[in-house]
């Protein structure tokens, strides 16, 4: 039998397989052994740990594995395995509470370093024999085929969209699977259709799932509002970390990179131990403050720019790490023959062997190129694309974070050190190829041709060669609007243009916010579409002056109440990780609601959640208009406009196609 290895589950004797099959998801036992970690305290020996245990289902050893923070000398380490995974945790923590030895290596657990030893990473087609499994494909070959597995959604709807709640009355259930697309009133009719069609996966919110899971279905339910990744990124990551289905589902980024480092340690024998301290060396308060920087970003003239390129680093941050063999346990390492120093920071990066980090990061980094070189143009493998592309965003991050695993605070700021220099570098060359840098921003620059003497493509090689980071051409616009912030300056991170290869690029504005009412992005996303026709500086003007008439309708039909409720509702995060919840969303919090987001209307009696509306209340209207006019502080002006000119209409036409 063949099918796709998605989860495993650890049971006496083995481990319990989930694998997607034709007919659905069918389960298989198969042998393997657990292992657990100890090391010893002061008043044992390994040895003496490891003779001790007499237990016919537990075997005992010591390994030599290399202690942190600098990985380069060995300590004796107890190995238990069993095949019994409860005996085993109940030995463990037996001998940790009697002060015998503590364990580590516990991520990324013993289920996972089972699926090890089967030598077949979750996601990955197997065929079924007696002796276990086989897989069908290379695992680690990054252009595999997208595994046939059929992913079904079924979403809960009320009158404002999608249910927000478990409490809230659906109207209906939208069910999607195999080409059809039904929409039912009876929850239990479309749980009755799925397992007619037996998909493997269903996508479904947790909202929807609390009103019709009754447990007792053979697929694997994915939340989208649990993941940042679609299913078949998950699949990606399944394949990259080694985690199960269940373990992959709703996982931070970190548990997954955490993951794959994990794996890269236990080759090399690295022990996993968070008790020990990464003490940072002496330093002053003035070098301190030097290492303490993010990444560059300039603060840009707001106004409308004309003829504008943007060049993108291709995954700087974890290219720069690769590169520079950035990685805990090579900054700073005492015992040390070959380093170079980080720019501006002063920290030694040791330079003798590979640094765990840089390989595993680096990687990923010729992983995901492979993926988007392929030409594959399955929109599977952009979502594949997608999920690595996260993993390489948070790579950085955790090298910073202090939980992590690998973590360090000074590898940290020699990455920030040399994204700097690189962002430097890039304006220097752009500057000297003669074009005019109008903003940048950590590892992205706008330009603008002046009296150019490179192309756009000489100039990408140019700081290619200096830096050692590809560069990609983001994009190209006729123009580019950069919004002024309150209090004067152009915002960093808010920006959106009319691309020449056709559509439009959003950044940070309303419009793409999540707590953003349906009809004030729709409003925005008309006005910029309408804009983003002109084709030259001086008919963007008149264009500007057409889009005053829907401006005006929308105010009108606002004022007069005439917008439906479900265009208004408001959707933010509440609870745990929100640092400054708005007040309502706090009433929510003190009255023991248990939602991750909630959906609200601003009515004359004041917020009020979409569960206790019926779609035909009164709207705040004064609130609302508030709303509507921050989103027009967003957007270009008459009176700015004829204040201060449309930058760079003079270079216009005559570099345009010529860059």
Not at 141 to 157: K, M, Q, V
Not at 199 to 228: A, C, K, M, Y
Not at 283 to 293: E, F, K, N, P, V
Not at 590 to 601: A, C, N, S, T
Request: net charge neutral; glycine share 8%; aromatic share 10%.
């Amino acid at each position: 039998m063949e099918g796709v290895f998605l989860d495993a589950k650890p049971v006496r004797g083995g481990l319990n397989l989930a694998i997607a099959v034709e007919e659905g998801i069918t389960y298989t036992r198969v042998h393997a052994v657990f292992k657990a970690y100890l090391k010893p305290s002061p008043y044992y020996t390994p040895e003496e740990i490891a003779n001790g245990i007499h237990h016919d289902e537990i075997e005992a050893w010591v390994e030599d594995w290399l202690k942190p923070p600098w990985y380069n000398e060995a300590t004796g380490v107890v190995v238990i395995a069993s095949e019994n995974p409860s005996l085993l945790n109940h030995v463990s923590r037996t001998l940790e509470a009697k002060g015998v030895a503590r364990r580590v290596n516990e991520y990324p657990g013993p289920l996972v370093t089972a699926i090890w030893e089967l030598g077949v990473p979750p996601g990955t087609r197997v065929k079924l024999t007696a002796k276990g499994i086989e897989p069908l494909e290379d695992p680690g070959d990054p252009l595999y085929e997208p595994p046939p597995l059929t992913i079904a959604s079924l979403e809960a709807y009320s009158w404002h969209g999608p249910i927000s709640a478990p409490w809230e009355r659906a109207d209906y259930y939208l069910l999607e699977c195999c080409g059809l697309r039904l929409k039912l009133r009876d929850p239990y009719e479309a749980l009755d259709i799925l397992d007619s069609m037996r998909p493997h996966i269903v996508v479904s919110r947790l909202e929807t799932r609390h009103q019709i899971d009754t447990g007792r279905h053979e697929w694997l339910w994915f939340d989208p509002t649990r993941n940042l990744v679609s299913p078949w990124g998950i699949i990606e990551w399944m394949r990259i970390s080694w985690l199960p289905y269940h373990e992959a589902h709703g996982a931070a980024i970190g548990k997954v990179l955490t993951a794959a480092e994990a794996r890269e340690a236990y080759k090399r024998r690295f022990l996993l131990d968070p008790g020990t301290p990464r003490a940072e060396s002496f330093r002053s308060l003035r070098m301190m403050t030097a290492a303490d920087m993010a990444g560059a970003a300039r603060i840009p003239e707001p106004g409308l720019y004309w003829n504008i390129i943007q060049l993108d680093y291709s995954s700087l941050y974890p290219s720069l790490i690769h590169i520079h063999n950035i990685s805990s346990e090579t900054v700073e390492r005492p015992t040390c023959t070959s380093y170079k120093i980080a720019p501006g920071v002063g920290h030694r990066i040791c330079l003798d062997e590979p640094g765990l980090v840089s390989i595993v990061l680096g990687r990923l980094v010729e992983r995901r190129a492979r993926i988007k070189s392929s030409g594959m143009r399955d929109p599977r493998v952009k979502e594949r694309s997608e999920a690595i592309k996260w993993i390489l965003v948070s790579g950085f991050g955790y090298l910073g974070y202090r939980n992590s695993l690998f973590g360090s605070i000074t590898a940290y700021e020699c990455v920030t050190a040399y994204a700097r220099m690189a962002l430097s570098i890039a304006e220097e060359e752009a500057e000297r190829a003669g074009y005019m840098v109008i903003h940048s921003i950590v590892d992205s620059i706008f330009i603008q041709p002046v009296e150019p003497e490179a192309t756009v493509e000489e100039l990408m090689e140019r700081i290619r060669s200096r830096v050692g980071v590809p560069l990609k051409l983001e994009a190209r616009y006729y123009w580019l609007y950069i919004p002024p912030t309150r209090k004067g300056p152009g915002a960093v991170n808010k920006y959106y243009g009319s691309l020449i290869d056709g559509g439009v690029k959003l950044k940070g504005i309303m419009a793409v916010r999540r707590d953003t009412p349906e009809f004030i992005a729709r409003l925005q996303r008309a006005v910029i579409n309408i804009l983003s026709r002109a084709r030259d500086p001086y008919s963007f003007t008149q264009t500007l002056s057409k889009t005053r008439v829907i401006i005006d309708v929308a105010m009108e039909a606002l004022r007069e109440g005439r917008v439906p409720l479900r265009l208004l509702t408001i959707e933010r995060r509440v609870g745990e990780g929100v640092r400054r919840p708005q007040a309502y969303t706090r009433r929510l919090l003190e009255q023991g609601l248990i939602v991750d987001r909630v959906k609200y209307v601003v009515t004359k009696r004041g917020p009020q959640p979409v569960w206790e509306l019926s779609g035909e209340e009164e709207y705040d209207t004064d609130y609302y208009m508030r709303m509507l006019e921050s989103m027009l502080l967003e957007l270009p002006s008459q009176q700015e406009i004829a204040e201060v000119g449309i930058r760079g209409a003079k270079t216009w036409p005559q570099y345009i196609g010529n860059t």
